[in-house]
């Protein structure tokens, strides 16, 4: 049996993609950006990968035509303004392509959509599934509304909120109830009902078997943490200023800031647990939920985190475009240190950023992520995903890899910090010498001031961080 994954390099679809393999599905990834994606060498004979965008038509021909199921795992909620135009127009293509093949279920992951009045990204989820609903194969809807686990986005936002403010003067969208989810219990349901003829042309709302408000769920994570903290709600505070509030807190970017707390205001509660019975499963409670995403966190197991997909920093670009770093009209500024022992300056390569830090000055980095999050950046706060491993596509605080091979010892990033232009960092070994680049290709005069007034500091800090990470006798 042939499986179509879309969304296969997202949060979801990383942990569904080897419970698919495990389970003896031969599963076909849909990607937008091959170098974003790194399975597992366990999984690889049961997988292909083919590259495809789902607003480019032409790129739809590559979907095989014998596929059988197929899992719709597609979000946009921070792209662009007009996402929802944008994930309109990816399910009517995607909906258009599949009629053409032997697909007999499409399993399509939305939001609970019960409220009469829906935010901007609910009503998107709903259109989404509308559209999907058109087609010549059977749907099958999940909705669900917050899902926590290692990673997530939800478990990250309010971690950030419990862990760094004891005393919170908070929006009254706290007090809206919602029902959370565990990650563990979705990905039991998305492979539950995958050609279950029960649940085809059906749709389901999933929860766990908690009602909270956002406030409790806030004061029962820092129970389990052993944390005091207080909450008191005020009604003042605008959508805008809420979602500053959310933004500059938590490791979210503005866009997406904005997006979660115009849905923060509506209820996502299930209308029934019907899924829940037929599939058998006992929920994970929401402390329950938590404490798995620390074991995992603690391990460093953590399979997949929102902060790596591109909604969690300014652009949305294909590696390829970036990944050969530009000369003409670029300043450079590079650094030679000569290494006695190579595997330990490569291994400080690999654990920069983060909570290693950037080895020189690190007050100087952090100045720089508080001021890019008043510039509206992502600033440092997304860290990195696994304490030793890099990988493209990963988040590395304000920097996105775009390549990283221990073998070949060089690693290059891309940064998505608010710049009058752009910026490579790229830390290279050969014939026992460190070689450190940093790279600005500025955007019109601006870009010029910019680089020449930072100069000075870049002096500080790029000589001192070579010095740190070269290991020498």
């Known amino acids: 049996m042939k499986v179509l994954l879309t969304g296969a390099t997202g949060y979801i679809g990383k942990r569904l993609l080897p419970v698919l393999v495990e389970s ?33 038509t032409a790129t739809l021909a590559k979907i095989p035509k014998d596929i059988d199921f197929a899992y719709y795992l597609v979000h946009s909620m921070s792209t662009s303004k007009n996402y929802d135009e944008l994930e309109k127009k990816s399910a009517i293509n995607f909906r258009e392509a599949l009629n053409k093949t032997n697909v007999k279920q499409v399993i399509y992951l939305s939001g609970i959509v019960n409220s009469q009045t829906l935010s901007k990204h609910l009503n998107s989820r709903k259109n989404v599934e509308i559209e ?8 099958t809807t999940v909705r669900a509304g917050i899902i926590i686990g290692s990673g997530s986005a939800s478990f990250e936002i ?23 989810i565990g990650i563990s219990d979705v990905i039991k349901i998305l492979t539950g009902i995958l050609g279950n003829e029960k649940t085809f042309n059906s749709s389901y709302d999933i929860g766990g078997d908690e009602i909270l408000t956002y406030k409790e769920m806030l004061l029962k994570f820092a129970s389990v943490r052993g944390l005091k903290r207080y909450i008191w709600t005020v009604p003042v505070m605008t959508p805008k200023l809420s979602s500053y509030w959310l933004y500059f807190i938590t490791s979210t970017s503005y866009n997406l800031a904005t997006s979660l707390v115009d849905s923060m205001k509506v209820e996502v509660i299930a209308k029934d647990d019907k899924i829940i019975k037929l599939l058998n499963i006992r929920p994970l409670s929401y402390t329950g939920c938590i404490k798995q995403a620390f074991e995992n966190i603690e391990q460093n197991e953590i399979l997949s985190s929102w902060k790596d997909s591109t909604i969690s920093g300014r652009l949305d670009f294909k590696i390829s475009d970036y990944i050969k770093v530009p000369e003409y009209g670029c300043y450079k500024d590079t650094r030679i ?25 690190n007050w100087l980095w952090r100045l ?27 988040a590395l605080d304000f920097w996105r890899v775009l390549y990283a091979n221990k073998e070949e010892r060089r690693l290059l990033l891309f940064a998505e910090m608010k710049l009058p232009g752009e910026a490579w960092l790229e830390f290279q070994v050969k014939d026992n010498k460190l070689i450190q680049t940093a790279t600005f290709r500025p955007k019109g005069l601006f870009g010029r001031i910019y680089w020449f007034s930072v100069f000075p500091l870049h002096g500080i800090i790029f000589k001192g961080m070579i010095n740190k990470i070269s290991v020498t006798d």
Request: hydrophobic share 35%; glycine share 12%.
């Open 24 to 56: 003896g599905y031969y599963v076909i990834c849909l990607v937008r950006d091959k170098n974003k994606f790194h399975p597992e060498e366990l999984i690889k004979g049961r997988i292909e990968v083919i590259e495809v965008d789902l607003n480019n």
């Open 132 to 139: 999907l609903g058109k087609g010549e194969y059977s749907l």
């Open 158 to 180: 309010i971690r950030d909120l419990v862990e760094k403010l004891p005393i919170m003067i908070a929006p009254k969208w706290l007090r809206t109830k919602c029902q959370p």
């Open 337 to 361: 240190k000569l290494i006695s022992d190579i595997d330990s300056s490569v291994e400080k390569i690999w654990k920069i950023g983060g909570d290693t830090g950037w080895y020189y000055a």
């Open 368 to 394: 720089r992520g508080v001021i890019d999050k008043f510039f509206g950046g992502v600033g440092l706060r997304r860290g990195r995903t696994n304490l030793y491993d890099i990988q493209a596509g990963d």
